[in-house]
């Protein structure tokens, strides 16, 4: 009897060392999960989301899709124009919803605690990298289209090369959107202004088809151009009308083509998708000047969450999407 005391005490110890362990543990998987570079939206929407959505992503097919915690990669094969000349080029392209913040226009690190100013939204990372003779420039767009259909609340865009490098945002306020300009060019320069009188990016188009082709309307806007043109082109970060329609591809019924025609620039986009869900986009065609500028090709796709797979033993898995930057 003089022991069970004894006995009772290491064993309470014991179960608060293992409570303790486990708190740690599920404290470390908190902030990993927390900290990883995209967390898909969770499944519950906001009744905004609800009314303007065409009811597409309150299907059970949208939500297998794009809520299991997984994001979509694109991998596309791609000749780029530079200096005149035709180059190869490879880009990515990734899918994957997330909760954002409206106010701030950031990922959020606690949505559950957002309340009214957590935003759903579809995400795109596009990379293309590419070589001119010695040197090498590598793109990357992010763009953050709310699943409410309204147009994008942020663009972020930045090209390096071996000269240096430019970076753009635009942000979407009520008024127009506020456009952050960073380059080492001294005619272009730092600035900060609202460019007025847009109706959409260029950019929202990408989204826009994924989440559903209805929410295209067409018809004539003006339009953000895309940044990669702009900056490669050096052209003024301003709106510009263009005709928006779509165009079906005779004899094929499971291709698409959306058309974006800027008759003052003397510039279309061309981008070919599936015109059933989950309305994958396959290629695109870019022409200026009646010159192709881009052109890409879908080579593979595949579903996975990805931000888990960082570790030397997974490297094999980019020969699986013919990754070759």
């Not at 954002?100 to 596009?126: E, Y």
Request: include cysteine; charge should be neutral; glycine fraction near 4%.
């Amino acid at each position: 009897m003089t022991f069970l005391p004894f006995f009772v005490n290491m064993n309470l110890m014991k179960n608060t060392i293992r409570l303790n362990i486990a708190l740690v543990v599920l404290a470390a998987i908190f902030i990993s999960n927390e900290n990883s570079c995209s967390e898909p939206a969770k499944t519950r929407v906001s009744n905004s989301a609800i009314s303007s959505s065409g009811g597409n992503i309150h299907s059970s097919e949208f939500k297998k899709y794009w809520f299991q915690g997984q994001a979509e990669l694109n991998v596309y094969a791609v000749q780029q124009e530079r200096y005149g000349e035709m180059r190869e080029a490879q880009q990515v392209m990734i899918f994957v919803t997330e909760d954002f913040s409206a106010s701030k226009q950031v990922k959020l690190d606690n949505p559950g605690q957002a309340g009214a100013d957590r935003l759903p939204v579809l995400k795109l990372n596009a990379i293309r990298r590419f070589h001119t003779g010695i040197y090498d420039y590598a793109l990357m767009e992010s763009v953050f289209s709310p699943l409410n259909g309204a147009p994008s609340v942020k663009n972020t865009v930045s090209i390096q090369d071996w000269c240096g490098h430019v970076f753009t945002q635009f942000n979407y306020t009520e008024q127009a959107y506020r456009t952050q300009l960073f380059s080492y060019f001294e005619t272009e320069g730092d600035s900060d202004t609202l460019v007025r009188n847009v109706d959409f990016l260029e950019s929202d188009f990408w989204t826009r088809l994924r989440l559903n082709p209805e929410m295209i309307k067409p018809g004539r806007y003006r339009l953000l151009p895309s940044a990669f043109f702009s900056r490669l082109r050096h052209k003024p970060l301003r709106a510009e009308p263009a005709e928006v329609y779509f165009e079906s591809r005779s004899g094929n019924p499971e291709r698409q083509t959306l058309v974006l025609k800027y008759p003052e620039l003397d510039r279309v986009l061309k981008i070919q998708f599936e015109p059933s869900f989950p309305f994958k986009i396959i290629g695109w065609e870019e022409h200026h000047s009646g010159k192709i500028l881009s052109s890409g090709m879908l080579q593979k796709t595949i579903k996975t969450a990805y931000w888990n797979l960082n570790q030397s033993t997974e490297t094999a898995l980019r020969d699986s999407l013919f990754l070759f930057f």
